[in-house]
T-cell receptor, first 113, second 113 residues
Framework: DQQVKQNSPSLSVQEGRISILNCDYT??????FLWYKKYPAEGPTFLIS?????DKNEDGRFTVFLNKSAKHLSLHIVPSQPGDSAVYFC????????????FGTGTRLKVLA | DVKVTQSSRYLVKRTGEKVFLECVQD?????MFWYRQDPGLGLRLIYF???????EKGDIPEGYSVSREKKERFSLILESASTNQTSMYLC????????????FGDGTRLSIL
């Protein structure tokens, strides 16, 4: 049973446009969410996070939105750059105090020059 | 910068062999993790450790064991390798505090023949 779902396995966007990556979760006890970026032949790197007490967190070109009622979060990249081409994973923490994160299946973003 | 080093990038072993995957981190992190990444399944947690000699099972511990004798080193052991353990294995570490992001190594691609 996949508790964290990324329903789009891939996404293509023109350079300079907005990229929107989506993530849905089923467990209402999740209280902290992260996005990771992964290039081929490298490990995932942390990108941005959001706590369940917020609905938005911004860091430069990257913004994460959280809709708790819909159990949905999204990552917006504006403007998209070719170097953003990678696989993006969302992850959720199960309950307060645990070190365990549940990862989604990933979305491959391709930014076209 | 945090450095998580996995001893091998590629490894080929035979069915039934005992396989050791080693991971070392240089940031004095308390928490260490082992994941496997498979197409369409994302990252799945095998085991994690929040202190020396302490370990907890993740979502898919069957067929694996771990060892953490020193704070900086976390080993994943395949007791008797099987072909369904062919995968990309990722090690990660994080500092104390459940909201600390995990820092990943570059992965070991393990093939069991």
């Amino acid at each position: 049973d996949q508790q964290v779902k990324q329903n789009s396995p891939s996404l293509s966007v023109q350079e300079g446009r907005i990229s929107i990556l989506n993530c849905d979760y089923t467990n209402s006890m999740f209280d902290y969410f992260l996005w990771y970026k992964k290039y081929p032949a490298e490990g995932p790197t942390f990108l941005i996070s959001i706590s369940s007490i917020k609905d938005k967190n911004e860091d430069g070109r990257f913004t994460v939105f959280l809709n708790k009622s819909a159990k949905h979060l999204s990552l917006h990249i504006v403007p998209s750059q070719p170097g953003d081409s990678a696989v993006y994973f969302c992850a959720a923490r199960a309950t307060s105090g645990t070190y365990k994160y549940i990862f989604g299946t990933g979305t491959r973003l391709k930014v076209l020059a | 910068d945090v450095k998580v080093t996995q001893s091998s990038r590629y490894l080929v072993k035979r069915t039934g062999e005992k396989v050791f995957l080693e991971c070392v981190q240089d940031m004095d992190h308390e928490n260490m993790f082992w994941y496997r990444q498979d197409p369409g399944l994302g990252l799945r947690l095998i085991y994690f450790s929040y202190d020396v000699k302490m370990k907890e099972k993740g979502d898919i511990p069957e067929g694996y064991s771990v060892s953490r004798e020193k704070k900086e080193r976390f080993s994943l052991i395949l007791e008797s390798a099987s072909t369904n353990q062919t995968s990309m294995y990722l090690c990660a570490s994080s500092s104390q505090g459940a909201r600390q992001p995990q820092h990943f190594g570059d992965g070991t691609r393990l093939s069991i023949l």
